[in-house]
């Protein structure tokens, strides 16, 4: 696994390392406005971007080993009935003296070996414990495709945001050149007198606020690109160039049948059920304790005595078979059982809790993208209008028939609108990406071939 891993990232990272252009996956739309770039620049594609995160993120790889641990599980619950060799050696020396000139001292030795086989026989605890494992096992990969999902999703929304980032710069840009030709315009036309000073001190507050906002999505553009590297666990040197995807059209369900979906497809759903299913498999394992057990024991023992007036060597066998009877453990194991009751109990809230949040989640993002949806019609219309009322205003300026106020409070409203138009077509995309991760579906052919692996 880790060396496949390391396959698929190598030629990724070298390309990024020489800054060559990688080749896109699908066809795309001319990026979005952004600073020039430079030799050193690399096109990364949205798949790119999810190659890279799968290949690399940590996240991902403690979700791959907690799966890896779990599947021990069931291995140690066999262990119960598996045979124990045991083996010991002990070596004994006595002496005495005693105070008669004529007496001499007596010394004996005795070294002893032996050597146990235990075999258990029967032990009911084996069964539930095994389930057990089995559903933890289950409960694991479950919990790593939600991470998979999640993180996939993670690295769509860091993406956008850089996309989202580099339009709002453009339309400040745009907004700022606007508001230095209006500047201008009021300046030329107070130095002829035909306006006051006034006007030409709108426009330079106008200038001002422009360049304001500029600057600050210039940084806030900055630390977006450098969450998304940071996702992507590259370089904060690495300077990117983000090719946009195609429109991600997709047909919106109904409410109901998408709810449905997701009670079906939500892998940390699933994984809440199996959890109300290895309370009980522990309840079950804790009653087993109470049946009895046997097991069969035996195997050599070698002794071996030394010293004075002794000596020689005795071998013997023996063999057994135990039944052992839990009859009172002095209370622990009632109130086990009784707590393993509250552990079904709670198991049984948290999965009755987030089948209310998943509801909920999925309600939010249906009704989100229905907002968006109607906001996008509205806001090309509003852009539309925006720019014609402008430009309408420009000109009766320099005719001299409207106000200064009027035109920037025009350039305003354009500004606006242009900033929604290019915010809100991102967020629509992420919208729907995000009706596909509530449902547990998002990037699904891609979660399935990453747990294949």
Not at 34 to 62: F, G, K, N, V, W
Not at 344 to 349: R, V
Not at 393 to 420: E, F, I, M, P
Request: with cysteine; glycine share 6%; net charge neutral.
């Amino acid at each position: 696994m880790r060396a496949r891993l390391l396959s698929q990232t190598f030629p990724l990272l070298l390309l990024l390392c020489s800054g060559g252009a990688w080749a896109e996956t699908q066809p795309a739309s001319k990026p979005a406005a952004a600073p020039a770039s430079s030799s050193s620049s690399t096109l990364m594609t949205l798949e790119h971007a999810y190659d890279i995160a799968a290949a690399s993120d940590q996240t991902l790889r403690i979700a791959y080993l907690a799966v890896r641990q779990a599947e021990l599980l069931p291995l140690s619950a066999l262990t119960k009935i598996t045979p124990r060799l045991n083996g010991s050696l002990g070596y004994d020396r006595s002496s005495s003296s005693f105070t008669s000139p004529d007496s001499q001292g007596r010394h004996r030795g005795i070294a002893s070996s032996d050597l146990t086989l235990q075999l258990p026989l029967l032990d009911l605890t084996v069964f539930p414990a095994h389930r057990k494992g089995k559903l933890a096992v289950e409960s694991s990969r479950l919990g790593r495709k939600f991470t998979i999902r999640e993180t996939l999703f993670g690295v769509a929304k860091a993406y956008f945001e850089v996309l989202k980032g580099e339009r709002v710069v453009a339309v400040n840009q745009q907004s700022l050149d606007l508001a230095q030709e209006q500047e201008n315009l009021a300046q030329k036309r107070s130095d002829v007198g035909e306006v006051t000073r006034s006007d030409v001190l709108r426009a330079k507050v106008s200038v001002e606020t422009a360049r304001r906002a500029l600057i600050t999505s210039q940084n806030d553009l900055e630390f977006q690109r450098n969450t998304l590297l940071n996702i992507l666990n590259l370089s904060p040197t690495v300077t990117l160039r983000l090719a946009e995807p195609l429109p991600y059209k997709r047909d919106v369900p109904e409410f109901g049948p998408l709810l449905a979906k997701a009670y079906d497809r939500r892998e940390d759903l699933r994984e809440r059920a199996l959890a109300v299913q290895q309370a009980e498999m522990h309840r079950e394992e804790v009653r087993a304790k109470m049946a009895p057990t046997i097991v069969a024991q035996g195997g050599p023992s070698i002794d071996r005595s030394s010293g004075e007036g002794t000596g020689g060597r005795q071998s013997t066998w023996e063999g057994r078979v135990a039944v052992q009877f839990p009859l009172f453990t002095g209370g622990q194991r009632e109130l086990d059982i009784v707590g393993a009751g509250y552990e079904i109990q709670q198991a049984t809230l948290e999965k009755e809790r987030l089948t209310k949040t998943i509801e909920s989640d999925v309600k939010l993002a249906w009704l989100n993208v229905q907002t968006l949806e109607g906001s996008l019609s509205a806001v090309r219309a509003q852009v539309q209008a925006a720019e014609q009322g402008y430009k309408d205003l420009q000109n009766q300026y320099s005719a001299g028939t409207a106000k200064s106020v009027d035109v920037l409070s025009a350039l305003k409203d354009l500004s606006g609108a242009r900033a929604d138009l290019a915010t809100l077509s991102l967020d629509y995309q992420v919208a729907l990406r995000a009706l596909e991760q509530v449902s547990g579906t998002f990037q699904d052919l891609r979660v399935r071939q990453l747990t294949e692996k």
